[in-house]
């Protein structure tokens, strides 16, 4: 019996330190969902359910010592029992803690991107002492003072139990077992309870409190490692030939590549053909989102946007910079999971612009004042098509280095050099430049702007930093010879940050983009485009016929759809003209209407949540074939 109690306690333990960083959350955000016709209320009988399956796993080391462990050894368990409740309530602490300023930051509970990070500890060590001193401070003060405590307090806390005779102890395991095995799968249906159950509003923001943090970081561990059918099933299934028929006719591709085996290459001819081979230059603009398009932020921007052809219903296709590397660079959109740069499959054989150009004689490049590694951008890039990287390291003497790397300024000096060293040997390039300036924690020069927010690290700052070497780009640019003969783009990744009550912020996924140079008319485009609709274009304006298997069209296409395909965490988003459909792991399909920037729920149309479901799976079939050359 003595078992049964210490466990129960520390249940209640766990429990309650999940239920109170709930409760802060809950008031914290209580207007994001207080005038939602939803009980509000059922997120902490929901949640309950969740903290419940977390605590289950954690006491299963427990009971198995404390059931098992001879009598001798009674010493030994109990502080081997002591120090393992120390660390996982420590770190339940600290994962209460840090979930306030990531939801702050991302408008969600803690999940992959929460770990994805710490493959690069100079980076998140800097931006978590530049942005959060206070948070960090808190949460390290509230776990010693709980040590102190909980060590001086359980000095023999087990000791009582642990000398029961080994044979009372080994009867209470199969009845104990039992009730955690009951907890940890929270469901007597044909399957577990997993965070889908946490996901019963219609309010994203509702839902994300209802989660629990440290379930929502190991299940999208998992389901980030784990990408197999068995996963990608969790949408719902359908067979492989009906996903790509329907991902085919409602993009508008019509396939004539018989050599190849990629269901969507084709030959696509050129509305602007020319003996010339023009430079193609991609300045892929970190996370700058369409809400900062303003004459106070992005004065340069603007005045560019009257000499080339502006998108003006652009969107990005994830919330992450690999993401919109994929789109801007490789024409492909959010596979589920981890991105298709960080992916193995993806290493090399996988279609860009680069793989594209390099057999007609084009020199390729990558250009990033920080280190290439990040995000595997090197391995990426050297593996599909790029002849040769330029980062930090190639930078002499930079006028400025910030936490991400050598500021946007010596990005635009050091391309303007390299490209014209190419145009003067004669040597058509085509290249990615990737900003890195509007960052956090968003550490500029001194000097170069006039600041919107004065004396202040912050993002507005940084997007007009990073406007102003837009402006030196193309200013310099203009005066060299190559400038003449190139098509550039400037597109940016993804927006800041994705945040919104709906179950995926649309709004926030619109980004700018634009094409300049030699021959291209000044224009808006009006019509819903993605990242790779933007690719396709500007490879239309090299003037070549080519065979690729973008998921976009060039705008001049009469088979350009309007159509985009949004990911935010789990969760797609087709987006059809206003229509909407979005789909959900484990979850039914719903439809909406796009109105005053927020989903509106409206009747099901069936086939179009079957068609996003059928990019779902066709995009996860693209990869794991490696299918997409």
Not at 46 to 55: F, P, R, S
Not at 126 to 153: E, G, Q
Request: aromatic share 14%; with cysteine.
């Amino acid at each position: 019996m003595q078992i049964a109690k210490k466990l129960f306690r520390y249940y209640l333990a766990i429990i309650a330190i999940f239920f109170i960083g709930r409760v802060a959350l809950f008031a914290l955000y209580f207007d994001r969902f207080s005038n939602d016709e939803v009980n509000y209320y059922l997120s902490f009988l929901y949640g309950l359910k969740m903290d419940t399956i977390v605590a289950s796993m954690l006491l299963v080391i427990p009971l198995i010592v404390l059931t098992f462990t001879p009598s001798n050894l009674a010493k030994i368990s109990n502080f081997f029992l002591r120090l393992y409740f120390v660390v996982i309530l420590g770190f339940l602490i600290y994962m209460e803690n840090a979930t306030f300023p990531f939801f702050n930051q991302y408008d969600v509970r803690p999940n992959f991107k929460f770990v994805e990070y710490l493959e690069y500890p100079v980076e998140v060590f800097n931006m978590l002492i530049a942005d959060f001193k206070l948070p960090l401070a808190i949460a390290f003060t509230m776990i010693a003072i709980f040590v102190w405590f909980f060590m001086r307090a359980t000095k023999n806390s087990f000791i009582e139990a642990l000398k029961t005779p080994l044979k009372s102890r080994a009867l209470w395991f199969l009845p104990l077992a039992i009730l955690l095995f009951i907890g940890i799968r929270s469901s007597f249906g044909h399957r577990p309870a997993n965070i889908s159950d946490a996901m019963y509003s219609s309010n994203r923001i509702l839902n994300e409190v209802t989660k629990n943090s440290l379930y929502s970081v190991g299940y999208a561990i998992y389901a980030n490692k784990q990408y197999s059918s068995k996963v990608i099933k969790l949408y719902g299934k359908m067979p492989i030939v009906e996903a790509e028929k329907r991902v085919q006719k409602r993009l508008g591709i019509k396939r004539n590549d018989l050599n190849s085996t990629s269901p969507y290459s084709r030959l696509e001819k050129s509305h602007f053909p020319t003996p010339k081979k023009r430079n193609l230059v991609i300045f892929l603009q970190e996370s700058l989102g369409y809400q900062f398009i303003t004459p106070q932020i992005t004065p340069e921007l603007l005045k560019l946007r009257k000499e080339g052809l502006w998108f003006n219903e652009a969107y990005s296709n994830g919330t992450r910079s690999v993401r919109g590397i994929a789109g801007t660079s490789a024409g492909f959109l959010a596979v589920p999971g981890k991105g298709v740069v960080k992916r193995t499959k993806s290493q090399n054989g996988f279609f860009t612009f680069a793989s594209l150009l390099k057999p007609l004689g084009y020199h390729t490049m990558f250009l990033y004042g920080g280190e290439a590694r990040f995000d595997n951008m090197r391995s990426w890039f050297l593996g599909n098509g790029v002849d040769e990287i330029v980062e930090q390291k190639d930078f002499k003497n930079p006028a400025y280095v910030a936490t991400w790397g050598a500021s946007d300024e010596d990005l635009v000096k050091k391309a303007n050099e390299r490209f014209s060293k190419l145009y003067e040997e004669g040597k058509p390039f085509a290249s990615l430049m990737f900003s890195s300036s509007n960052h956090s924690p968003f550490d500029i020069p001194k000097g170069r702007i006039e600041e919107v927010k004065k004396g202040v690290n912050c993002v507005e700052n940084a997007v007009k930093y990073a406007d102003y070497a837009i402006g030196e780009f193309f200013k310099e640019a203009k005066k060299l010879p190559y400038y003449k003969d190139t098509i550039f783009v400037v597109i940016a990744d993804h927006n800041i940050r994705v945040y919104g009550d709906d179950v995926v912020p649309v709004n926030m996924f619109h980004i700018p983009a634009l094409i300049i140079g030699d021959g291209v008319s000044p224009k808006v485009y009006e019509n819903l485009a993605s990242q790779p609709d933007v690719l396709a274009t500007a490879l239309d304006y090299l003037g070549k016929d080519f065979t690729y298997p973008i998921l976009g069209h060039s705008i001049f296409s009469d088979d350009k759809r309007n159509i985009n395909l949004m990911q935010f965490n789990e969760n797609y988003a087709l987006k059809v003209g206003d229509k909407v459909a979005v789909v959900v792991p484990s979850q039914p399909a719903q439809t909406y209407k796009y109105v005053n920037e927020h989903l509106k729920l409206i009747e099901h149309d069936v086939e179009l949540e079957k068609d996003a479901l059928a990019f779902v799976i066709t995009l996860n079939h693209l990869y794991d074939k490696q299918l997409y050359r």
